[in-house]
């Protein structure tokens, strides 16, 4: 079993919708949880980015954290055509800059016009 | 600011056959990445540098070696290349270890 697992779609849906995608993790020392977004034949960017449990909201975007249920979720409000893309969860734990980040596979967005 | 950029963008390499993929950033960070993404697979890293003199073994470090030239630059080397290396190349920098700046990836193909 992968330390971090996510649902690799496709998801397809109407412009306008509202998305969720997600990620379930099994290492409970896991505390710093991030959303990247990758387009097509282009680097991973950072979409999000939270510190332990609870909820962060940025425009359209809102990331949140259920520690007890070793589980995140990103939320995208009234999607749009230029959210096409696919999300990868990511999370490490500990301090120090020498901590690594577990990645997901990745979810494939596609928001139809 | 150019932030992470990386040569070649793209590369076809016959099996057996070396070459150096070239990541420079202009974001004064301390830590470097090489990773790599395959379909199925997701991203797994290679070899990252905390800072500059060390480097250190990601997931899969076998078949490469790696050379931070200096604090904005960071190399990845495939001495002698085979098919199994084929993939999409990703460099990466960071000041924190979590929020990482990725480059626009190298395309390797390897015959």
């Known amino acids: 079993q992968k330390e971090v697992e996510q649902d690799p779609g496709p998801l397809s849906v109407p412009e306008g919708a509202i998305v969720s995608l997600n990620c379930t993790y099994s290492?409970?020392?896991?505390?710093?949880f991030m959303w990247y977004r990758q387009y097509s034949r282009k680097g991973p960017e950072l979409l999000m980015y939270t510190y332990s449990s609870g909820n962060k909201e940025d425009g359209r975007f809102t990331a949140q954290v259920d520690k007890s249920s070793k589980y995140i979720s990103l939320f995208i409000r009234d999607s749009q055509p230029s959210d096409s893309a696919t999300y990868l969860c990511a999370m490490s734990e500990g301090a120090g800059n020498n901590r690594k980040l577990i990645w997901g596979l990745g979810t494939s967005l596609a928001v139809n016009p | 600011n150019a932030g992470v950029t990386q040569t070649p963008k793209f590369q076809v390499l016959k099996t057996g056959q070396s070459m150096t993929l070239q990541c420079a950033q202009d974001m004064n960070h301390n830590s470097m990445y090489w990773y790599r993404q395959d379909p199925g697979m997701g991203l797994r890293l290679i070899y990252y540098?905390?800072?500059?003199?060390?480097?250190d073994k990601g997931e899969v470090p076998n078949g490469y070696n790696v050379s931070r030239l200096n604090k904005r630059e960071f190399s990845l080397r495939l001495e002698s290349a085979a098919p199994s290396q084929t993939s999409v190349y990703f460099c990466?920098?960071?000041?924190?270890?979590?929020?990482?700046?990725f480059g626009p990836g190298t395309r390797l193909t390897v015959t």
């Open positions: 540098s905390a800072s500059e003199g060390t480097t």
């Open positions: 990466a920098s960071s000041r924190l270890a979590d929020e990482q700046y």
């Open positions: 290492n409970s020392a896991f505390q710093y």
